[in-house]
């Protein structure tokens, strides 16, 4: 009873198709059927279709052939033309027959045929409306989709002598706005930014951001920079120079950056000068050592850090920074082929150029600013200031001569012990703190107030550092620690611990508090604070601070600079460092007669007395409460003002 039931139940089991332990999945494929015909020419046609456009116009074509060619055929066959009509060709019936397919208009002209080829051709034209309406919607298609493509900025930009920015980040709105002024004197110049975003919207905010492009167009294409099949729609390759920003959404920004110098540098050591921004000064060498000779590293936490310590030691110092920076005013070129003769020293140099502020030269030792009065200058290039490179001169050509009678008399060095506050803090306080001992004289004191205590201080020489944890916001710990006699005030953004937006938001409220503390104790100490954000410095000004370091503006400036001429990297490097010549305001009476009206020529003969190079004045009559607080810059030797107290001469200096 038990083996019949087993047999029934095998047999239900085959009946049912299940696998029985005779019948296997490795048995059953190796008796799979082959693919019929129809599947395979259903294969080949969906392959032909997955090309595209070009294989959808081939099909409709072919479609087109074959349903002449059957309806010629078919008239042909069954003799449906009239008998009074002539003989023609084969050739000639298909040609007419493709006309009444892509034409219904033809059928009008068969009105002396017989019914029965007036109906044959009216299927013709109806099949063929099919055809032709679904040409155009494929072709319609094809075109909206090429436009589509075009806009997501896939194609190669074929371009030469342009500057190519890799990368994205909110400074790229000042590079582009100041690469425009640099280019005002070339010809159909091009910026191509290459970037990780959609090109409609790089195009958008561009167009909003840097309304007037001054002449210069400016094309943007969608990629990665990193990537090497991305970074060939640039055209780096026939670049004048290629500017590469740190990206500021990324976890480890100075990754991408030396990968992105690897795949520049991937062809070979030639090609156009690259700018790079790295944000760790740790990962310079390894930068360095992809970048080769071409590359110039710009460390963005030391910069600023700099530049807040060069204009926190002196009131208006920011405005001469940021006017040597820029191209909107005055800024440093070079001037290779002077007029001066054989025996011609710097200071003849000085004072041989009306409009061109000579600081410095280049010999075979390299750059030097402010060099010793007698060096000689033939045979070097002249480091000068100009307000444009049109407007150098090879041949002196100063209308005015220094009157020697009206030179200063005073000497004056002031070395006291310094007291200065610094608040907030963030990664650049340590950078700062260090800067700020290089110069401080023995015995200075700095008190640091921040709401995040620092984990470590680094090692003082010079000054004795106090931390206070406190809110910086607060009134009554602002009013504790702010004197009227304070040497400089510092404002560091809290940028490790807040957003941007909310670490400006508080560095702008630390502000009015120190001002108005300072107002009311009769105080001219000078203010410098850090700017993430460019448009908060408008507002920063509401506040009346001397100065405003914008931490994105001002290496935005130093990175365009630099990518005109790499040349410029030693000069900013002396001017930003505490070896060699820096620039310093200082009292006007040490350089000419006080009470006296003297041209510009004549402070400038004043400071050669000094060992020192004159480059504009800090005027009382001028200051305005703008943002160069009186600061004039490169004025002409003929130029003429009248020394009261409290105008500074900017100068450059050893100490």
């Not at 029934?8 to 005779?22: D, F, L």
């Amino acid at each position: 009873m038990a083996r019949t039931g087993l047999q029934a139940r095998q047999r239900a089991t085959r009946a049912m198709g299940a696998p029985t332990e005779r019948s296997t999945p490795l048995a059953r494929s190796r008796h799979r059927e082959e693919p019929k015909l129809r599947e395979r020419l259903r294969y080949q046609f969906d392959n032909s279709m997955s090309r595209g456009t070009p294989a959808l116009i081939a099909w409709l074509c072919v479609t087109t052939v074959v349903l002449i060619l059957a309806f010629t055929v078919i008239v042909a066959i069954f003799r449906l033309r009239s008998p009074d009509d002539p003989a023609r060709p084969f050739f000639r019936d298909l040609m007419q027959n493709l006309f009444h397919a892509l034409d219904p208009g033809t059928v009008a002209g068969d009105g002396a045929a017989s019914w029965q080829f007036l109906l044959t051709m009216l299927v013709l034209t109806i099949a063929g409306l099919f055809i032709v309406s679904a040409l155009i919607g494929v072709i319609a298609t094809g075109i909206d989709a090429k436009l589509a493509d075009l806009r997501r900025g896939r194609s190669t930009v074929l371009e030469q002598d342009h500057t190519v920015i890799l990368g994205w980040s909110d400074s790229i709105f000042t590079i582009v706005s100041e690469l425009t002024l640099a280019n005002e004197s070339r010809r159909k110049p091009v910026i191509v930014i290459l970037a990780d975003r959609d090109k409609v919207e790089m195009e958008e905010i561009l167009r909003a951001k840097v309304p007037d492009l001054r002449g210069t167009r400016v094309i943007c294409r969608s990629g990665s920079p990193m990537d090497l099949d991305d970074l060939a729609l640039s055209s780096h390759g026939s670049a004048r120079s290629v500017i590469l920003l740190a990206p500021e959404t990324s976890d480890d920004p100075d990754s991408e950056v030396i990968k992105t110098l690897l795949a520049l540098t991937h062809d070979g050591p030639d090609g156009p000068r690259i700018v790079a921004e790295i944000r760790n000064p740790t990962n310079l060498e390894a930068a360095r050592l992809v970048g080769a000779d071409r590359t110039v590293l710009l460390d963005i936490r030391e910069t600023v850090a700099k530049l807040i310590v060069q204009t926190s030691r002196q009131s208006g110092a920011a405005a001469v920074y940021t006017e040597l920076f820029d191209y909107g005013g005055d800024e440093i070129y070079f001037l290779d082929g002077h007029g001066l003769g054989e025996g011609a020293t710097y200071a003849d140099a000085l004072l041989g150029y009306e409009l061109a502020g000579v600081i410095g030269v280049i010999s075979d030792d390299g750059p030097k600013l402010n060099p010793p009065p007698d060096t000689l200058v033939a045979g070097c290039t002249l480091i000068v200031v100009a307000e444009d490179d049109s407007t150098l001169r090879g041949a002196p050509d100063a209308l005015a001569t220094p009157d020697l009678t009206r030179l200063g008399t005073s000497f004056g060095f002031d070395d006291h012990p310094t007291r200065a506050v610094l608040l907030g803090w963030n990664e650049r306080a340590p950078i700062v703190l260090r800067e700020l001992d290089k110069y401080a004289p023995p015995g200075s004191a700095l008190t640091v107030v921040t709401s995040y205590a620092p984990a470590a201080l680094p090692p003082m020489t010079n000054l004795d550092v106090t931390v206070v944890t406190a809110p910086t916001t607060d009134r009554a710990t602002l009013e504790a620690h702010l004197r009227a006699d304070l040497d400089q005030v510092i404002v560091l953004c809290y940028s490790d611990h807040l957003e941007a937006q909310a670490a400006d938001a508080r560095t702008l409220v630390t502000l009015l508090h120190v001002r108005d503390i300072l107002a009311r104790a009769g105080s001219a100490t000078p203010v410098v604070s850090e700017m993430l954000d460019d448009r908060n410095r408008v507002l920063a000004q509401v506040a009346h601070v001397d100065d405003v370091v914008v931490s994105g503006e001002i290496v935005s400036l130093l990175v365009t600079q630099l990518s005109e001429d790499h040349r410029l990297e030693a000069v900013f490097s002396e001017l930003l460092g505490d070896a060699g010549s820096e620039i310093y305001l200082r009292p006007a009476e040490w350089y000419a007669e006080p009470g006296s009206e003297v041209e510009f020529a004549t402070v400038v003969a004043g400071a050669i007395r000094r060992g020192e190079t004159a480059i504009g004045y800090k005027s009382v009559a001028l200051s305005d409460g703008t943002t160069s607080f009186g600061v004039r810059v490169n004025p002409a030797k003929s130029e003429t003002f009248r020394v009261v107290p409290g105008d500074r001469v900017v100068v450059l200096a050893e100490d």
